[in-house]
């Protein structure tokens, strides 16, 4: 879709989306529990992002019970056994849907085809095949790419993961050893990047009553032979969408308008919470309380940000760089790469059509701030939705109308992002479909 997006200022309430990681996380945990008695868990405050979708077809497929509302779920779980009525397992353009379902597919013996699309296909699976390699597990693909053949079933014991890669594959295996049946030890090779991910992971599986032992991220003990357990749980507002509209905030060029996000969570684990120690070092002046947020427009000025435990909010901070007074450099962005799209890349180009000076150095994207976008130009979002609604802000900067294609990538993780962008006063016009 292809969409005009005139300049506008962004003003008034949001309420910000669910959080797309605690949603696949409780989604997944209450699948796997025992459905004795058709006991069910009941999930709150859910969005069906094609992401979190996509997640709850294939737990259905493997046998939970889900009756689907239209913000919540309830699920009578399989009680720990995947048994999938159909070997074929569609993850569409989900990296979480993925890394974290291939272990959990194969505790017990199975044959699963893991499809994907976009640039999913492409997107690293190897600290999944050196277990296979390891335990003999069978698995077939064309040049590392999907789809993957997988047939086997895991056994407990040792397993090794580096940490910086991606810390989805971790997530992965502790859902899956505590099924198994016998005790497992995971060990986490060099530096664990995107650690606030395994917080979640061990906040919704303790509330499921699955038990590990963290020795300090460092190697994780898990008991096997345990239980999921059903729950209730309603999900908090998402640390990676709030970035958006704080940005929006605090770049606004009228300076009476302000922003009040509400549904975030103040004390929240999400490690994207960290946009707000980061803007506030910029200068950003943001009123916090326990569950909402108000930004005010505001001067900003460049910084370093280290990005490797917070890769999502990386192309938004990109746009806010770009318009704070002097340098801004997002450092450790490796894994950026590796995302929808290779986020360095595709951020840095699309900015910089817009007006914007940003450059890629290594795994870095060093900007040098300008007073404002020119606009006038048609971007794309490289079928990428962090870069579809990071555009959408910057456009509200621009002198000129943009046009940017790819737009309907957003629902990947926020299907009604233009419905809220033009509440808040954005204006847009559909070009093509
Ligand atoms: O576990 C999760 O919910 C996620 C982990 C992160 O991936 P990496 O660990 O690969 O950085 C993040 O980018 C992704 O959007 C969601
Ligand atoms: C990288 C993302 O998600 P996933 O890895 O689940 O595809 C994202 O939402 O930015």
Same mark, same amino acid.
């Given at each position: 879709?292809?969409?005009?997006?005139?300049p506008?200022?962004?003003?008034?309430?949001?309420?910000?989306?669910p959080?797309k990681?605690y949603?696949?996380?409780?989604v997944?945990?209450?699948?796997?529990?025992?459905?004795?008695?058709?006991?069910?868990s009941?999930?709150?405050?859910?969005?069906f992002s094609?992401?979190?979708t996509?997640?709850?077809?294939?737990?259905?497929n493997?046998g939970?019970k889900?009756?689907?509302?239209?913000s919540s779920?309830?699920?009578?779980g399989?009680s720990?056994?995947?048994?999938?009525?159909?070997?074929?397992?569609q993850?569409?353009?989900?990296?979480?849907?993925i890394?974290?379902l291939i272990?959990?597919?194969?505790?017990?013996?199975n044959?699963?085809?893991f499809?994907?699309?976009?640039?999913?296909?492409?997107?690293?699976?190897?600290s999944y095949?050196r277990?296979f390699?390891e335990? @003999? /597990?069978?698995?077939?693909? *064309?040049n590392?790419k999907?789809? %993957? $053949?997988?047939?086997?079933?895991?056994?407990?014991?040792?397993?090794?993961i580096?940490?910086?890669?991606?810390s989805?594959?971790?997530?992965?295996l502790?859902?899956?050893?505590?099924?198994?049946?016998?005790d497992?030890?995971?060990?986490?090779?060099?530096n664990?990047?995107?650690?606030?991910?395994?917080?979640?992971?061990?906040?919704?599986?303790?509330?499921?009553?699955?038990?590990?032992m963290?020795?300090d991220?460092?190697?994780?003990?898990?008991?096997?032979?345990?239980?999921?357990?059903p729950?209730d749980?309603?999900?908090?507002?998402?640390?990676?969408?709030?970035?958006?509209?704080i940005?929006?905030g605090?770049?606004?060029?009228?300076?009476?308008?302000?922003i009040k996000?509400?549904?975030?969570?103040?004390n929240?684990?999400?490690?994207?919470r @960290? /946009?707000i120690?980061?803007v *506030?070092?910029?200068?950003?002046? %943001? $009123?916090i309380?326990?569950?909402?947020?108000?930004?005010?427009?505001?001067?900003?000025k460049?910084t370093?940000?280290d990005?490797?435990?917070c890769?999502?909010?990386?192309?938004i901070?990109t746009?806010?760089?770009?318009?704070?007074?002097g340098?801004?450099r997002?450092?450790?962005g490796?894994?950026?790469r590796?995302?929808?799209?290779d986020?360095i890349t595709s951020?840095?180009?699309?900015?910089?059509?817009?007006?914007?000076?940003?450059?890629?150095?290594g795994d870095?994207?060093i900007?040098?701030?300008?007073e404002?976008?020119?606009?006038?130009?048609?971007v794309?979002?490289?079928?990428?939705?962090?870069?579809a609604?990071?555009l959408a802000?910057?456009?509200?900067?621009?002198?000129?109308e943009i046009i940017?294609?790819?737009?309907?990538?957003v629902?990947?993780?926020?299907p009604?992002?233009?419905d809220?962008?033009v509440?808040?006063?954005?204006e847009?016009?559909?070009?093509?479909?």
């Open positions: 879709m292809k969409i005009k997006i005139k506008s200022t962004l003003n008034g309430t949001i309420e910000i989306p959080s990681s949603s696949h996380r409780a997944i945990a209450a699948a796997l529990a025992e459905g004795k008695d058709n006991r069910k009941k999930i709150d405050n859910l969005k094609v992401d979190i996509t997640t709850t077809d294939i737990m259905e493997w939970a889900i009756n689907r509302e239209e779920l309830e699920i009578v399989n720990e056994k995947v048994v999938p009525k159909d070997k074929y397992v993850c569409n353009e989900s990296g979480s849907t890394r974290f272990p959990i597919g194969i505790t017990n013996e044959e699963l085809i499809d994907g699309k976009g640039k999913l296909v492409d997107r690293p699976l190897d095949y277990i390699d335990q @003999e /597990i069978f698995y077939k693909n *064309e590392g999907l789809p %993957l $053949e997988v047939k086997g079933k895991l056994k407990p014991g040792n397993y090794e580096d940490g910086n890669i991606s989805q594959f971790i997530t992965g502790l859902y899956a050893l505590p099924l198994l049946d016998g497992s030890k995971l060990i986490i090779n060099k664990l990047e995107s650690k606030g991910y395994i917080d979640l992971t061990l906040e919704i599986l303790k509330l499921a009553g699955i038990e590990i963290n020795n991220y460092k190697s994780f003990d898990i008991r096997g032979n345990q239980i999921y357990k729950f749980y309603t999900v908090e507002g998402d640390y990676s969408q709030v970035a958006f509209w940005v929006a605090i770049i606004s060029a009228n300076r009476d308008n302000e996000c509400l549904h975030v969570n103040k929240s684990l999400q490690g994207d @960290e /946009i120690e980061i *506030e070092r910029m200068g950003a002046k %943001l $009123e309380f326990y569950d909402y947020l108000i930004v005010k427009p505001s001067k900003t460049g370093v940000i990005i490797s435990q890769p999502d909010i990386a192309p901070l746009v806010l760089g770009a318009l704070s007074e340098e801004t997002i450092i450790n490796e894994r950026l590796i995302k929808e799209s986020r951020i840095k180009t699309e900015l910089n059509k817009l007006g914007a000076n940003v450059a890629e150095e870095s994207l900007i040098q701030g300008v404002g976008f020119r606009g006038g130009v048609t794309n979002a490289w079928n990428d939705h962090r870069i609604m990071s802000i910057a456009s509200t900067r621009c002198e000129k940017l294609e790819e737009a309907e990538s629902r990947k993780s926020y009604h992002f233009w809220d962008f509440r808040m006063g954005g847009i016009e559909a070009i093509e479909k």
